[in-house]
């Protein structure tokens, strides 16, 4: 089984977006690290990025039956999709809800987001360090529900 690492809209320019607030790393050396510790697990990283609300849809059903847990990084879709909330809704495995930045301390429109609804836990405010937390807290989760 699978470990799926969703990424939403912009994350594609982690690194060079607004580095002030979401940093200088970039979204291949998060998935470098997500992917050394699934492997060292015995699990496959399915690690993509959209800036595509039906293409995240698309990953999120093939997740149905592909993944053991699943980590979602909505970015600005979280705060404004509730076809992506319906789509996680048919998982039955963990959702983790991660971002990089704090929203809750950010503007008011970032503190509430649909994701949280269907989320196992939220991991938010340690930068790319979020995905690695996120990584072990799913591992835990499935060798010990
Ligand atoms: C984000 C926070 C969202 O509010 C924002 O729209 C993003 C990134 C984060 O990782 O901190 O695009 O999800």
Redesign the pocket.
Known sequence: KSIYVLN????NLLGVREPE??GYTRLDDIKASCEALTTAAGYTLVFHQSNHEGQLIDWIHEARTAAAALII????Y??TSVALLDALKTLTVPIIE????N?AA?EAF?HHTYVSHVAKGVI?GFGPIGYELAISAVLRLIEQP
């Not at 939403?8 to 994350?11: C, H, I, K, S």
């Not at 991660?98 to 930045?101: G, M, T």
């Open positions: 939403g809209p912009n994350l607030i979401y990084n909505p970015a600005g979280g705060h991660c971002h990089l930045s929203p950010r970032r938010a």
